[in-house]
């Protein structure tokens, strides 16, 4: 026995008809013939965004549906690459942040936890995506965000075992950021970025067994509440996604579902900057 009911998607139907648009066009890049796939684009679209936002579990999914379970995750993952294809890179994203007027851009790691495990990493006895800061399995992700802490821009995936300039060094951001390191666009990260103070401005480290001058202080005061908010990307991606709380698919994937879900929620409130 099994109940059937109503449920409604917590976004407009025009996002959900974008998703659809780009299956469509990715079936016909594939030369996929008509009445070939088990879904069509528009119910396929919804089930990418049911398991993004509402996290639902790929065998409901497949059962709501009448796939297979294979079929499932290849559907999911076909919306997953042509969402996270849309995503803006990191130059165009820097470039339109100038071009709106804005002091500075914020940069925040944030880790999606992920229940794979058992990894090995370069450390033995360490799992790869172990992160002792966290205490917890996932994937170090990079986030730009506008001043007032809107996400524009995500980076793919390190493995978190990865302190977060270690993350900026091996995507090779560093070098592009430090292009727009000026008077009229500034990068703003916490003491997380301290080695990198040349090109993101940070605030000033106590010294050891010393104080902040007053100067300092006062530095650190203005600069942490401008900052702050800038952590509200993470939170608001983790909030309206499910799927960021806890990733179950392959850990090198994570990146890619960031920037779908990123794509989303851009595409949903009509908003990139």
Same mark, same amino acid.
């Given at each position: ?9 917590? #976004?407009?139907?025009? $996002? ?27 119910? !396929? ?18 059962? @709501? ?8 995750? *290849? ?17 165009? #994203? &820097? ?7 804005? *002091? ?17 990493? =370069?450390? =033995? ?16 992700? !990079? ?13 793919? #995936? ?7 300039? $270690? ?14 390191? @000026? ?55 983790? $909030? $309206?996604?499910? *799927? ?18 990123? #794509?989303? &929620? ?8």
């Amino acid at each position: 026995m099994s109940d059937t009911y109503t449920a409604v998607l917590p #976004v407009r139907e025009a $996002t959900v008809s974008f998703l659809s648009g780009l299956l469509h066009a990715q079936r016909q890049r594939l030369g996929t013939r008509a009445e070939t796939r088990s879904l069509g684009c528009f119910k !396929q679209a919804v089930l990418v965004i049911r398991w993004l936002i509402d996290g639902t579990r790929v065998s409901q999914l497949v059962a @709501d549906n009448k796939i297979s379970r294979s079929t499932g995750y *290849a559907y999911l993952h076909e919306g997953i690459t042509v969402l996270a294809a849309q995503a803006p890179g990191l130059h165009s #994203v &820097l470039l339109a942040a100038k071009m709106a007027g804005y *002091a500075h851009v914020n940069i925040d790691g944030t880790l999606i936890e992920t229940d794979r495990c058992r990894a090995p990493g =370069p450390t =033995p006895g360490v799992d790869l995506w172990w992160s002792g800061k966290h205490d917890n399995h996932g994937g170090n992700v !990079q986030v730009i965000t506008a001043p007032d802490g809107w996400p524009l821009w995500t980076s793919p #995936v390190r493995p978190g075992r990865e302190h977060d300039t $270690t993350a900026l060094r091996e995507h090779g951001i560093l070098p592009l950021l430090s292009t727009w390191t @000026d008077g009229d666009l500034r990068v703003l990260g916490d003491l997380g970025y301290e080695g990198e103070a040349d090109t993101i401005t940070v605030a000033f480290k106590k010294p050891r067994n010393e104080a902040c001058t007053d100067v300092q202080q006062q530095f650190n005061k203005a600069h942490n509440a401008v900052r702050a908010i800038g952590e509200r990307g993470n939170s608001l991606l983790k $909030t $309206t996604f499910k *799927a960021l709380r806890n990733v179950s698919l392959c850990p090198w994937n994570i990146g890619r579902i960031t920037a779908a879900a990123l #794509v989303l &929620l851009h595409i949903d409130h009509g908003r990139t900057t």
